[in-house]
Nanobody, 122 residues
C-alpha cells in the first residue's frame, strides 16, 4: 500500500487542523493505520491509530481528548482531526500502515507516507 499525508500548515495555538492520509495500491481495509510525528531533534513518536474497520482507536496520552482519528474505507482515507493545538504539537506528521494494530503503533510499521508539516504558533 502507498500512503500520502497532507493537510499540514501553520495554525495558531488553540486552533484546529485536519490531516489526511490517502492510501492506494492495496486492500486498504486490511490495514491498521497510524499517525506519528517527529519534532526537530526528537525521535518519531506515536500519536494515534485506528483499527481495520475503524471501531478501535488508540491515542498517545499527550493528545487524548484533543485529537481524533477516523477512517473512510470507501474513500481509502484516514483523518486526524487536531483541536486545541499547542506549540508542543509542532512537528512533521507521518501516516503509517500495517496489518497488525500492535505494530502500527510502533516505528516498525511496514508502510509509511511522506510527512506533512504542522507548525503551531504561540
Amino acid at each position: 500500500v502507498q500512503l500520502q499525508a497532507f493537510g499540514g500548515g501553520l495554525v495558531q495555538a488553540g486552533g484546529s487542523l485536519r490531516l489526511s492520509c490517502a492510501a492506494s495500491r492495496g486492500t486498504f481495509s486490511s490495514y491498521c493505520v497510524g499517525w506519528f510525528r517527529q519534532a526537530p531533534g526528537m525521535e518519531r513518536e506515536f500519536v494515534a491509530a485506528v483499527s481495520w474497520g475503524g471501531r478501535t482507536t488508540y491515542y498517545a496520552d499527550s493528545v487524548k481528548g484533543r485529537f481524533t482519528i477516523s477512517r473512510d474505507n470507501v474513500k481509502n482515507m484516514v483523518y486526524l482531526q487536531m483541536n486545541d493545538l499547542k506549540s508542543d504539537d509542532t512537528a512533521v506528521y507521518y501516516c503509517a500502515a500495517d496489518s497488525s494494530c500492535t505494530r502500527v503503533r510502533t516505528t516498525a510499521a511496514d508502510y509509511w507516507g511522506q510527512g506533512t508539516k504542522v507548525t503551531v504558533s504561540s
